[in-house]
Structure formats: structure tokens, C-alpha cells
């Protein structure tokens, strides 16, 4: 993906075919990491406000934007494809960050990713949930998330810090 040459893995269907609320996050996340473009096929009379604040996600809608164009990158897949990483770098300096649980079995559990599986070369970073619209301060080395089974993602803005000398 690029300028001019973008991804399209189809419409979004949040609001049709009975998502639940963590794969309608998921599909917006995906979609905002692949740079794609974000058409709807729903009734738009007819979408919960979860789904509405879901699409028009001004923070994930900046990702998808982003005047880099490029796209995000899986740099993490456990060896039982139970869940993966992703990585897309912004023409700001900054990435986003999508951690994605892809089993559907059992119960919620936290997921550490580092910066080095995320290809962010950084010792820490500022980290920003964008589907909760909350910074979450400063981690060092990793970031660390809870995930619900059955296709459910977090999806973070990473600023690194630059390390002074």
C-alpha cells in the first residue's frame, strides 16, 4: 500500500452480520493497519452507538489516513497462530500497534509484546489506547495487554522517546 495504490480487503461490516463488539474493534483496527479504505455495508438507521463510536473513531481513522500511506506489518505470530502482532509506522515518527488474539478459547489473558518483536527501535515509549482514547503513560522495553478470546485486538499509538546523551 501507498499512495495510489491501496489494499482493499472489502467493506466493513461492523453493524451486519453479528460482530461482537471486540471484532468489530478488531475489523476497524485491521482495516486502519492495512491503510485501506473504510467502506461501510450497513444501514446506517440501523447501528448501535458502540458501532457508531467503533467507525467514526477519529484517533484509528487517523491511522488508516496517514499521508505515509504505508502499511502496517504482522511482526509477531506465536507458533499456534493463537494470536499476533502488527506494526505500521507513521509519517509522524510514531507507529500504531495492534496486539490481536485470535483463539477462541478460555478465558481473558495479558499478552506482552516488546519493542524489539514490534520493530520500534526505542528503550521506552509514551503508549495510547485509541480505542479507549487514553494515554497510558510511559513503558519501557514491552507493552503488556489483556485480551478476551475470539478475535478481539488493543490497538496502540507508540511515541518513542528519543534517549538524550
Avoid at 50 to 73: F, R, S
Avoid at 124 to 152: C, E, K, N, W
Amino acid at each position: 500500500a501507498g499512495p495510489g495504490n491501496w489494499n482493499d480487503p472489502d467493506m466493513l461490516i461492523i453493524g451486519d452480520y453479528g460482530l461482537s463488539f471486540e471484532q468489530s474493534e478488531t475489523q476497524m483496527a485491521m482495516w486502519a493497519m492495512m491503510a485501506a479504505p473504510l467502506y461501510m455495508s450497513n444501514d446506517l438507521r440501523t447501528l448501535r452507538q458502540w458501532q457508531k463510536d467503533i467507525l467514526m473513531n477519529q484517533e484509528v481513522i487517523a491511522v488508516d489516513q496517514d499521508p505515509m500511506g504505508k502499511q502496517g506489518l504482522r511482526v509477531f505470530q506465536d507458533p499456534k497462530k493463537h494470536y499476533e502482532y502488527w506494526t505500521r509506522e507513521l509519517a509522524d515518527g510514531t507507529y500504531a500497534v495492534v496486539m490481536y488474539r485470535r483463539d477462541t478459547s478460555g478465558l481473558p489473558r495479558p499478552y506482552t509484546a516488546t519493542f524489539a518483536q514490534l520493530k520500534i527501535d526505542a528503550k521506552s515509549a509514551y503508549v495510547r489506547d485509541l480505542f479507549r482514547h487514553m494515554d497510558l503513560g510511559v513503558y519501557t522495553d514491552q507493552i503488556t495487554a489483556t485480551l478476551p478470546p475470539s478475535g478481539s485486538c488493543k490497538m496502540f499509538k507508540v511515541t518513542p522517546i528519543k534517549e538524550e546523551f
